[in-house]
C-alpha cells in the first residue's frame, strides 16, 4: 500500500468511526449523512453500507435496512458483524427462515460469541420455538452470567409460558439494558421500596419508567402500594398525569423530577409484579382501576349525538408509537384496513392521535366515512373519554389497547406474531389482564391480511345477531 492510499484508509476509517459515534448517541442524521459522503468516494465501502443499513432499521425502513446489508455483505462475505445485522434486518422483517439460516452460519463460524448467540435466541423465539430459545439464552449467560439481554429474553419466554415466578425475576434485568440506561434517573439517595409497610408517615415514590402501555397496565398495583405506606407519590409523563389521579391511593403526581419531594423509599411502577409476586391467579384485575373525566365524557357524549343511532360507534386505531422497538412488526397501514371500510352498520371513528401523509392519502380516497378526531386527543385522559362513548375499539397492539382495558371499555387487539409477552400463547383468545379484551391473532408473522378479514367477519356477525 502507498503512502497516499494508506493516508486514505486511514481517514476512511476515522470518518466511519464519526458516523458510529453519532448512530451510538442518536444522531441518526449526522451518522447517515457521513455514510453518504464515504459511500460517494467509496461505494462498495462494507462498513457504511452496513451502518446505513442499521440506521434505516432504526428509524422504520426495513426495505432499505435489507438492501444495504445485503450489499454490504455481498461486498464483505467474511465480516460475521455484517451478517449478524442483516440477520436482525431479516427478523425484523418476518423472513424468518432467512434469518435462522444466518443466525446458525454466524454462530457456526464464532460460536463464543454473545452476541451472535443473542441474536439466534431472538430468532427462535420469533418462531415460537422457546426451548431453543432459551437452550441459545442459557449457553450466553454460561459466557457471560450478567448478560441482560440474555436475561431478559428469558423472561419475555417465561411470562409468555405463564411462569411467572421465575419470569419476574429475569423481567428485573431489563433495567441494565442499553435503552433503558438512556433513560437513567439521576442518582436516587433512598432505598428500593420491597413491598414492606412503610413506618407512620413514610412516603414512596413510584416511577412511571418504562412507555404508555405499561404504566396503563401496571398502574391497576398503585392501591396495593398505598395500603402499606404513608403517602404515595407518583412521578410519571404529563399524557397521563390525569388518568393516574383516577386511580386510588394516589396523593401527588409530579411530572417533573425536580419537583418530587423527599421520600423515604422509591420503586419503579414495572417492579410491582415482581413486589407482590403476582401468579396468573393473583393479577389484580379490579376493573375498571382508572376512570376518565366525567366532563369530557360528556361533552364527547354530546359531540357523538347527532351519528346514526342505528350504527354502532367502533373506534379504529391502527399505528403505535414509532420509537417502539416493536413497532414496525406490531402496526398496520390505514390500508391495510381496506376490508373494515364497507360495513355499512358501523361507524368508524379514528382514535389515532398521528397520522402519516400515506395514511391521510388513504383516508381522503377509501375512508370517506371515517370520522378523524387526532386533532381533539391532547391526552390519554382526553382519548379514554371518548373511548368510554365507543361500542367498541379495534386496536393494534398499543397503549391506546391497554387504556381501554384499564377503564374496562370493550376492546379488541389485532396481535402481531410473535406478540408480547403479556397477550401469552395462542390460540387464547382472552388476556388475564383486561377482561373486556378479546385478542385477534396473525397466524404467522406478518400475515394482517386473515386479522382483518376476521376482525371484519366478526363484526358482521355481531350486527346480524344483534348483540
Avoid at 414492606?196 to 401496571?218: A, E, N, S, T
Avoid at 415482581?274 to 393473583?282: A, D, K, M, Q
Avoid at 386527543?377 to 365507543?390: H, Q
Wanted: glycine letters at 6%.
Amino acid at each position: 500500500m502507498t503512502d497516499e492510499a494508506a493516508t486514505a484508509a486511514s481517514e476512511r476509517a476515522a470518518r466511519l468511526k464519526q458516523a458510529q459515534a453519532a448512530a451510538r448517541d442518536h444522531r441518526f442524521g449526522e451518522a447517515d449523512g457521513i455514510c453518504r459522503d464515504l459511500l460517494a468516494a467509496y461505494p462498495d465501502y462494507a462498513p457504511a453500507l452496513g451502518l446505513r443499513g442499521s440506521i434505516a432499521a432504526s428509524q422504520g425502513d426495513l426495505k432499505l435496512s435489507v438492501e444495504l446489508l445485503e450489499t454490504a455483505v455481498a461486498a464483505q462475505p467474511a465480516n460475521l458483524g455484517l451478517r449478524s445485522a442483516l440477520c436482525d434486518a431479516y427478523r425484523m422483517s418476518c423472513r424468518l427462515d432467512e434469518a435462522l439460516a444466518l443466525a446458525e452460519r454466524v454462530v457456526r463460524a464464532q460460536p463464543n460469541h454473545v452476541g451472535y448467540m443473542v441474536n439466534l435466541a431472538k430468532v427462535h423465539s420469533d418462531r415460537g420455538e422457546f426451548d431453543k430459545a432459551l437452550a441459545a439464552y442459557l449457553a450466553v449467560l454460561a459466557m457471560d452470567p450478567d448478560d441482560a439481554n440474555a436475561h431478559f429474553g428469558i423472561g419475555q419466554i417465561l411470562l409468555t409460558r405463564g411462569e411467572f415466578r421465575a419470569g419476574w425475576l429475569e423481567y428485573e434485568w431489563r433495567i441494565k439494558l442499553e435503552e433503558h440506561a438512556r433513560s437513567r434517573l439521576p442518582p436516587i439517595k433512598a432505598p428500593i421500596w420491597n413491598g414492606m409497610r412503610m413506618p407512620k408517615g413514610g412516603r414512596v415514590v413510584l416511577i412511571c419508567d418504562q412507555g404508555f402501555g405499561d404504566i396503563l397496565q401496571f398502574a391497576r398495583y398503585i392501591p396495593m402500594v398505598a395500603e402499606r405506606c404513608g403517602e404515595l407519590v407518583i412521578a410519571s409523563a404529563d399524557e397521563v398525569k390525569e388518568l393516574l389521579q383516577s386511580v386510588e391511593g394516589v396523593d401527588q403526581i409530579f411530572t417533573k423530577w425536580a419537583d418530587v419531594p423527599g421520600f423515604s423509599s422509591y420503586c419503579l411502577l414495572s417492579t410491582l409484579p415482581y413486589v407482590f409476586g403476582t401468579e396468573l391467579e393473583t393479577i389484580p384485575a379490579s376493573i375498571p382501576y382508572m376512570r376518565p373525566d366525567a366532563v369530557r365524557v360528556a361533552r364527547w357524549r354530546e359531540r357523538l349525538a347527532d351519528l346514526p343511532a342505528a350504527k354502532r360507534r367502533v373506534g379504529l386505531f391502527w399505528s403505535g408509537r414509532t420509537t417502539h422497538a416493536n413497532n414496525l412488526r406490531r402496526s398496520v397501514a390505514l390500508a391495510d384496513l381496506r376490508p373494515l371500510a364497507s360495513l355499512r352498520d358501523v361507524q368508524l371513528i379514528s382514535i389515532q392521535k398521528s397520522l402519516t401523509s400515506v395514511d391521510r392519502a388513504a383516508m381522503a380516497v377509501d375512508w370517506p366515512d371515517l370520522i378523524d378526531f387526532s386533532a381533539e386527543l391532547t391526552d390519554f385522559s382526553e382519548t379514554a373519554a371518548l373511548i368510554a362513548n365507543l361500542d367498541l375499539l379495534i386496536t393494534v397492539d398499543s397503549a391506546v389497547g391497554h387504556l381501554a382495558g384499564a377503564i374496562g371499555a370493550p376492546a379488541w387487539l389485532m396481535l402481531a406474531s410473535p406478540s408480547d409477552w403479556r397477550w401469552m400463547l395462542p390460540p387464547r383468545e382472552d388476556s388475564p389482564w383486561y377482561p373486556t379484551i378479546r385478542l385477534f391473532r396473525q397466524p404467522h408473522p406478518g400475515c394482517w391480511r386473515d386479522v382483518v378479514e376476521r376482525v371484519r367477519a366478526e363484526l358482521e356477525t355481531v350486527k346480524r345477531s344483534g348483540t
